[in-house]
């Protein structure tokens, strides 16, 4: 089946980088954009970005622009997200999606979420 | 990009209806049919509800309805149920250039 199995929780210290994989299976990784989202505690959701898998090509908010790097690795199905010179209100729980991939821009499977705690 | 606007909180009872509007611009909701909506749990991921501003995904209730008018898109949950308790998201494109996608900031759905 669909599924997108995101790497383990991570704790950094303030002005490190943070690395989240999101490892695809059950259908064709370069088929479909990815999309990253990020959500604070007791916060909404917030839109970080998207990948294309086939070219590389990226579309960052420009919140994260110069601060987020989206990159993947079709060999191994695999997204990752980095983020740079963390602070401590990047503590989120950081979501990969994949975008369906029509073109219509909506998130039809999730993966279950990456806890990045940032703390002195 | 500003984030979509959303009531922070709605509330119904077992089998009424309830509406979550989300406001966006000309810019985003206004120029795109592309609006998607998402339920979120406690402690769980997002699912998605609605896509294309009206569209449910196979195995969504037909309980859950989208709709949009101008700058406004609805989400609509008809008879509601008690496991309709839950965040309610909508997402809107905002054009390929820079920061193609926004969400709105969220709607807690309590039913009494």
């Known amino acids: 089946q669909v599924q997108l199995v995101q790497s383990g929780a991570e704790v950094k210290k303030p002005g490190a980088s943070v690395k989240v994989s999101c490892k695809a299976s059950g259908y064709t990784f370069t088929g479909y954009y990815m999309h990253w989202v990020r959500q604070a505690p007791g916060q909404g959701l917030e839109w970080m970005g998207w990948?294309?898998?086939?070219?590389?090509?990226?579309n960052y908010a420009q919140k994260f622009q110069g601060w987020v790097t989206m990159t993947r690795d079709t060999s191994i199905s695999t997204a990752y997200m980095e983020l740079s010179r963390l602070r401590s209100d990047d503590t989120a729980v950081y979501y990969c999606?994949?975008?369906?991939?029509?073109?219509?821009?909506?998130?039809?499977?999730w993966g279950k979420g990456t806890t990045v705690t940032v703390s002195s | 990009q500003s984030a979509l606007t959303q009531p922070a909180s709605v509330s119904g009872s077992p089998g009424q209806s309830i509406t979550i509007s989300c406001t966006g611009t000309s810019s985003d909701v206004g120029s795109y049919n592309l609006v998607s909506w998402y339920q979120q749990h406690p402690g769980k991921a997002p699912k998605l509800m609605i896509y294309e501003v009206s569209k449910r995904p196979s195995g969504v209730s037909n309980r859950f309805s989208g709709s949009k008018s101008g700058n406004t898109a609805s989400l609509t949950i008809s008879g509601l149920q008690a496991e309709d308790e839950a965040d309610y998201y909508c997402c809107s494109y905002a054009g390929s250039s820079t920061s193609s996608g926004v969400f709105g900031g969220g709607t807690k759905l309590t039913v009494l």
């Open positions: 990948i294309n898998p086939n070219s590389g090509g990226t």
């Open positions: 999606a994949r975008d369906n991939g029509s073109g219509s821009f909506y998130m039809d499977v």
